[in-house]
């Protein structure tokens, strides 16, 4: 819960220059009825300071709801672009298909469960490639598959796209996948701590638990 009503507002890191100026104007607008329009009030009970004043605090209501809409919307369109790309995209189409071929014809691992020794070999292969991209092997199309939903993943962390959107839409791939390979990913994690870090907490955030499947420590 918390995660997503945070997820509904642009992340602090990214977005602190625009939070540092809705604080300013606030802090302005109080200030400004403190000082003035309370005193022009006491003063003189028929005086339209406090209509100008709500005029102002109107307005800024309105440009800061305006913006707030605009990045909202923005999101939207990012994910639904994302989307779109995971089902028409001819290369992302081609090694997903690699991918699952090797899965199924595999006779030691079955769908939705951890990879199996031989394809865990060929995965952590690094001679296992291919220099035609419309032949991928099962190394290239898995690292395919993870770094583009790991890209995925690194936008909804910024803010760039919907995270309820894409929990809704990728929730259930994406813990298939990362069962998939999460032995992969946790011996890839020990060379690299960093690797697929946003894809883990996008998962975890999706997930609203932490380390189903184990991935590794957390960084």
Do not use: C
């Not at 989307?83 to 690699?98: M, P, W």
């Amino acid at each position: 819960m918390r995660v997503r009503l945070l997820s509904s507002l642009p992340p602090l890191w990214r977005f602190w220059p625009v939070y540092i100026l809705v604080i300013v104007a606030i802090a302005g607008l109080a200030w400004t009825w403190m000082e003035f329009v309370s005193a022009s009030v006491a003063a003189d009970p028929s005086s339209n300071a406090p209509v100008l004043f709500a005029g102002v605090a109107i307005a800024a209501l309105a440009l800061i709801a305006n913006t707030w809409s605009q990045w909202q919307t923005s999101r939207i369109s990012h994910a639904l672009q994302g989307l779109q790309t995971l089902r028409t995209d001819r290369e992302y189409l081609i090694n997903i298909s690699v991918a699952r071929d090797h899965i199924a014809r595999a006779e030691d691992t079955e769908t939705g469960q951890p990879l199996g020794p031989s394809l865990l070999e060929a995965f952590h292969d690094k001679n296992n490639v291919s220099a035609l991209v419309d032949k991928p092997t099962f190394r290239d199309a898995s690292l395919f598959v993870l770094n583009q939903y790991e890209f995925l993943a690194a936008a909804t962390r910024s803010g760039a796209i919907d995270l309820v959107l894409m929990e809704q839409t990728l929730k259930g791939p994406m813990m298939v996948l990362l069962t998939t390979y999460s032995e992969a990913i946790v011996e890839m994690r020990r060379e690299n701590p960093r690797a697929y870090v946003d894809l883990i907490w996008l998962h975890e955030a999706m997930q609203g638990k932490r380390n189903t499947p184990y991935l590794g420590p957390r960084v």
